[in-house]
């Protein structure tokens, strides 16, 4: 199989304060995860990739100071929402990407963390 | 610019009604498509991969066909439990990983 796990499932937060959101791949390892955000009956918005052992890059409009990611390890992503404000409740997913020799990787999504600020 | 298009966004089947999904895409150099099932406050479950075009996969009552231009998602037989989002997604050539989604399609199935 290929497990993705998130933690916290949901959090709720006071206005100005940090969050982090832990992604794991629990049986494989995964050189790149993705982090994103979705709306209400809306499709999934790609934040930023993440790279084991290097920078992330974030897509345009994303703020990289307020979402800090780091990728530790190969089974480890996180995402830190800094100085957290009631617009950025949302529903964020985390995936990461198995190889298949060459050929597109397949994404593994995590269950989401439901984030809500106060 | 690469693009994805699901269609419809919404359907109402009856137990037993088999139906099709459709995704069309215009994609600099496919590196694959890919079908996943999303359940309300859920994150996505991965259903298929799709490579080249003329590729079938099949699981359950699922099956997942690839054209140039177009996948389908064919639901033969559909129960209750089969109401989700399914949302089709395609990797382009440039090897970013990165995927590009479409709205998906909200299927709901009537006992």
């Known amino acids: 199989g290929a497990v993705v796990s998130q933690h916290p499932s949901r959090v709720i937060c006071k206005s100005g304060t940090s969050v982090k959101i832990e992604c794991r791949s629990l049986d494989f390892q995964a050189t790149t995860m993705f982090w994103y955000r979705q709306f209400p009956k809306q499709s999934l918005m790609l934040m930023a990739t993440s790279n084991e052992g290097s920078k992330a890059t974030y897509e345009q409009g994303v703020e990289k100071d307020k979402f800090l990611i780091n990728h530790a390890s190969l089974t480890l992503s996180t995402l830190t929402v800094t100085s957290a404000h009631p617009e950025d409740s949302s529903f964020y997913i985390c995936s990461a990407a198995r190889t298949s020799g060459g050929r597109g990787d397949t994404q593994y999504f995590g269950p989401g963390t439901r984030l809500t600020v106060l | 610019e690469d693009q994805v298009t699901q269609s419809p966004e919404a359907l109402r089947l009856q137990e037993g009604e088999s139906s099709s999904l459709n995704c069309s895409y215009t994609?600099?150099?496919?590196?694959?498509l890919f079908w996943y099932r999303q359940d309300p406050g859920k994150g996505p479950e991965f259903l298929f991969t799709?490579?080249?075009a003329g590729e079938e996969k099949e699981k359950e009552r699922l099956k997942a066909t690839l054209t140039k231009k177009e996948s389908f998602l064919h639901i033969t037989a559909p129960k209750p439990e089969d109401s989700a989002t399914y949302l089709c997604?395609?990797?382009?050539?440039?090897?970013?990983?990165?995927?590009?989604f479409g709205q998906g399609t909200t299927l709901q199935v009537k006992p």
């Open positions: 994609v600099s150099g496919l590196r694959g």
């Open positions: 799709l490579y080249s």
């Open positions: 997604a395609v990797q382009a050539g440039s090897n970013t990983g990165k995927l590009i």
